[in-house]
């Protein structure tokens, strides 16, 4: 049976230690050289690069996120086990972890470490599909010519190496398929490394809980239960057209992972859809000079998102949920692709305007999409608003200062709000 250690990457014969160097991280599974697709998810990875970039938190509970009236992004797993969770509300995470220490994101250096994984990526394979900026699949299909040694070694000196060079954790999955690569990534977080082969897969899902399927959200797992489908083996006793009447495109797609099959490739050219913020208020609000200060908060995270991935959207996206969850969408598309705050708030803002006042609202959002290379964006400029072109100076003025003397550095009054 295949086996290797998982800290010094030494290939051996399946023990409870590392003939090497004794380590308990011994890594043996039947298809452990033979399955090539992976899933790299890093470890509360907000979180961790606060807490490399500040010693001092090592062994505190630490949550990325807004003020009280905001909701955590994420959380280091010593918050975790107090019950703070992502996207909860940052009253509740401060009552369940009232020692917390809370921080703003910074996102332009958590996309600059993004960065440097990719580029540790690359070093394995150029089929690489990010899906955020701290996980993407990989497929190591004939790289073991090339590396001299099997694809999960490879994964394994990636995340060591993720440790060692960077300062941050990752979890490896490891499986013959996108969906259970996914799957098994999140099974022993963090530092883990968990396998699903083909002989086990099925045995491996049956008892297992639909929501383990990536993409089933509130709505999907409320009309599953009303048919009575909580589990895998649930939904192996639907015929497969009854699935599809009942459930649309989304059944054909649950009788195939039901039986663990998913012939999705990992694709290296999937484009980014869109880039976008949001936030749930504490207390419904219909204040507008609130709402305004948000949205320009927003803008900019969209803006900055933008800016670090070296991207630019032409059609801006406002989002509100009134107070009885009633969602309102307006979009606007523009004459030319931008990545500019100033432009993205400057039009959200004409969008809740004709939205009007059908307040108090629950959720406030704003975003970009259909997006090019930023060497598409803010091209010709605004004839009808000559004072653009001055502000745009000033935000990229802005933008150095931010990234030298950090986020906070500059501010504008709205922001204040």
């Given amino acids: 049976m295949p086996a290797f250690c998982r800290d010094c990457l030494t290939i051996q014969p399946p023990a409870r230690r590392c003939s090497q160097c004794t380590s308990p991280r011994v ?3 039947d298809e452990l050289f033979s ?3 992976a899933h790299m998810d890093c470890d509360a990875f907000y979180a961790s ?23 955590v992004s994420t959380a280091c797993y010593v918050a975790r086990i107090r019950g703070v969770k992502s996207a909860m509300p940052m009253f509740q995470a401060m009552k369940l972890c009232p020692d917390a220490v809370v921080i703003k994101p910074r996102m332009e250096v958590y996309a600059q470490v993004s960065k440097q994984i990719r580029a540790l990526m690359e070093e394995l394979t150029p089929v690489i599909e990010p899906l955020s900026l701290d996980e993407a699949f990989m497929d190591l299909s004939g790289t073991q010519r090339l590396h001299g040694a099997p694809p999960a070694v490879m994964l394994g000196r990636l995340v060591k190496r993720m440790k ?32 699903i082969g083909e002989a086990e897969t099925s045995a491996f899902l049956q008892d297992k809980p639909i929501r383990l399927i990536w993409g089933i959200g509130p709505a999907a797992q409320e009309s599953l239960d009303k048919a009575g489908i909580r589990t895998f083996s649930d939904l192996l006793r639907w015929d497969r057209r009854d699935l599809g ?45 609130t709402l305004d200060g948000h949205l320009w908060r927003m803008a900019e ?16 996206t406002l989002k509100l949920k009134r107070a009885n969850h009633a969602l309102l969408t307006r979009r606007q598309s523009l004459r030319d692709a931008t990545q500019m705050a100033d432009i993205v708030y400057r039009v959200a803002r004409g969008l809740m ?31 009808l608003d000559p004072d653009a072109q001055r502000r745009a100076r000033a935000e990229r003025a802005t933008d150095a200062i931010r990234a030298r003397f950090g986020a906070d550095a500059i501010l504008k009054g709205r922001a204040l709000r």
């Fill in 301 to 316: 995270k969209v803006a900055d998102r933008a800016k670090a991935k070296s991207l630019a959207g032409r059609v801006v």
């Fill in 245 to 289: 009447a009942r459930f649309g495109s989304m059944g054909d797609r649950l009788w195939h992972l039901a039986r663990g099959e998913d012939r999705r490739r990992v694709s290296a050219h999937t484009p980014m859809k869109s880039i976008s913020n949001e936030t749930t208020f504490f207390e419904d609000t219909a204040d507008l000079l």
């Fill in 49 to 71: 690069v606060e807490k490399r970039d500040n010693p001092e938190l090592a062994h505190k509970p630490v949550i990325i996120g807004g003020g009280k009236r905001g909701v």
């Fill in 353 to 383: 305007d004709q939205v009007g006042n059908q307040g108090p609202y629950r959720l406030l959002g704003c975003g970009l999409s259909d997006l090019v290379p930023e060497e598409q964006a803010d091209l010709s400029g605004d004839l």
């Fill in 35 to 37: 399955l090539t697709v």
């Fill in 27 to 29: 890594k043996v599974h």
């Fill in 164 to 195: 060692d060079e960077l300062g941050v954790t990752g979890s490896i999955g490891l499986s013959h398929n996108k969906f259970l690569a996914k799957v098994a990534s999140d099974l022993d977080k963090p530092r883990g490394f968990s396998v």
